[in-house]
């Protein structure tokens, strides 16, 4: 089983930025996928961004985005580290939501990154509220 700590979150104004953090531990990430998702008030739990990956001699990955943060977000690894991030940039008012951080094994590049079903393992989640 793997623990997931997310943090970073906090409050923000309109068109400001936070990163979130993912600290990973109980099992080596060789290859895997690790993703965000959100859940506004009043909402269902949605995708934002995740990132997979192979690795082995031949490193490969992908990620994919909600189309409502591409070019505002990205999703990044820090191997040492054990850490996944969200850069999080332009916010807006719809972006007030808790975060939560997933972990999955990989299954390929091709596959749906935005389905819930391919994570075994939740964070708690971090709040991020937009608000001026």
């Known amino acids: 089983q793997v623990q997931l700590v997310e943090s970073g979150g906090g409050l923000v104004q309109p068109g400001g930025s936070l990163r979130l953090s993912c600290a990973a531990s109980?099992?080596?990430?060789?290859?895997?996928?690790m993703g965000w998702f959100r859940q506004a008030p009043g909402k269902e739990r949605e995708f934002v961004a995740a990132l997979t990956w192979s690795g082995g001699t031949l490193y490969r990955s992908s990620t994919d985005y909600a189309d409502s943060v591409k070019g505002r977000f990205t999703i990044s690894r820090d191997v040492a580290k054990n850490t996944v991030y969200l850069q999080m940039k332009s916010l807006k008012l719809e972006d007030t939501a808790v975060y939560y951080c997933?972990?999955?094994?990989?299954?390929?590049?091709?596959?749906?990154?935005?389905?819930?079903?391919?994570?075994?393992?939740w964070g708690q989640g971090t709040q991020v509220t937009v608000s001026s």
């Open positions: 997933a972990a999955g094994p990989y299954y390929g590049l091709g596959r749906n990154l935005k389905s819930e079903a391919g994570f075994d393992s």
């Open positions: 109980g099992r080596t990430f060789n290859s895997g996928t």
